[in-house]
């Protein structure tokens, strides 16, 4: 027999027959007609070489080999509706399992110890490892299966990768406590003139001052640049440097550090931090689990409000 020309249907009929042993009861238990049924009978007949139901009276009498096959064909298909129906079973306490994420420092700084705290407590045989790469390099990565997670905003996605929303945000002027153009700042002829951080590779820069600004013909003073975050701030707190920011990640160091928050002279600044996966691990319930616990520990910045001056 080749099983790559054999129709599960037949066997879906076969199961149907041996229990009603019946050709039109056996179509209306299937919702198909008397004459298809009887076509998959002399199908099934050429397959497995035997008559396998015979006439008796009214109905059908199943040979030796029908009785022989009954079990085996009806185990075959409660195994298919297993594989069909049933979920994979995740269970965090006893799994072992690694994910690659891409993760900015930024958003390590915001969600990474919060994240380790539950795997932790949670799901100790999960194990993470993050990379900080650029927008399209993050997309290319999902698509290789580099990464299986991304969290970042705005990527330009193909339709193989899924987006959903985590928090709403918005980019802030970070400038130390009482620089003295911290009034002026919010004027764009003086916030072009003062000296800023630039973070390299990040998307906040680029869609948030640089291009909005060369939109318009303006260019802002860039006396730093660099590939991380986190020291930002010291920088800023040290010299009369100013640095834009997303808000939930500057006001984190607002009571540590001699900073503060001004509103910049920029026609939009409101974005979104988004998650980001493959369409390939939609469905895996691992993967699902880690996306609910992001998303969960995410929460709090969903309720926080603009606090900046």
Excluded at 34 to 52: T, V, W
Excluded at 109 to 132: E, I, N
Excluded at 251 to 261: C, K, N, P, S
């Amino acid at each position: 027999m080749d099983l790559r020309r054999l129709d599960l249907n037949l066997l879906v009929a076969f199961d149907a027959l041996l229990r009603v042993r019946h050709v039109t009861r056996a179509a209306q238990l299937l919702g198909i007609g008397q004459s298809g049924m009887s076509a998959a009978l002399a199908r099934l007949r050429q397959a497995f070489g035997d008559q396998l139901l015979v006439k008796q009276g009214g109905g059908l009498r199943p040979t030796a080999r029908a009785l022989a096959l009954e079990p085996e064909i009806r185990r075959i298909l409660r195994d298919v509706e297993r594989v069909m129906t049933d979920q994979p079973v995740f269970d965090p306490a006893t799994a072992r399992r690694g994910f690659a994420l891409r993760m900015s420092d930024l958003l390590c700084h915001l969600l990474l110890p919060a994240l380790v705290r539950r795997l932790r407590a949670d799901a100790p045989g999960v194990t993470l490892k993050t990379a900080h790469l650029g927008p399209e390099a993050t997309v290319d990565a999902l698509e290789r299966d580099d990464i299986e997670l991304a969290l970042s905003m705005s990527l330009k996605i193909p339709k193989s990768i899924v987006a959903t929303t985590l928090f709403d945000d918005r980019v802030v002027i970070v400038a130390r406590r009482g620089h003295p153009q911290r009034r002026g700042m919010r004027a764009l002829d003086t916030f072009l003139t003062l000296p800023q951080v630039k973070i390299a590779q990040s998307p906040i820069d680029d869609r948030f001052a640089d291009r909005q600004l060369a939109e318009a013909g303006h260019q802002r003073l860039i006396a730093l640049a660099m590939p991380h975050w986190v020291v930002v701030v010291d920088v800023v707190a040290a010299s009369d440097l100013i640095a834009i920011m997303p808000e939930s990640f500057a006001q984190t160091f607002v009571r540590d550090r001699a900073i503060e928050l001004v509103t910049p002279p920029l026609a939009n600044t409101a974005f979104t931090w988004s998650l980001y996966w493959h369409r390939r691990y939609t469905a895996d319930a691992s993967h699902a689990w880690l996306r609910g616990v992001v998303t969960e520990l995410t929460a709090p910045f969903r309720k926080r409000g603009p606090k900046s001056a």
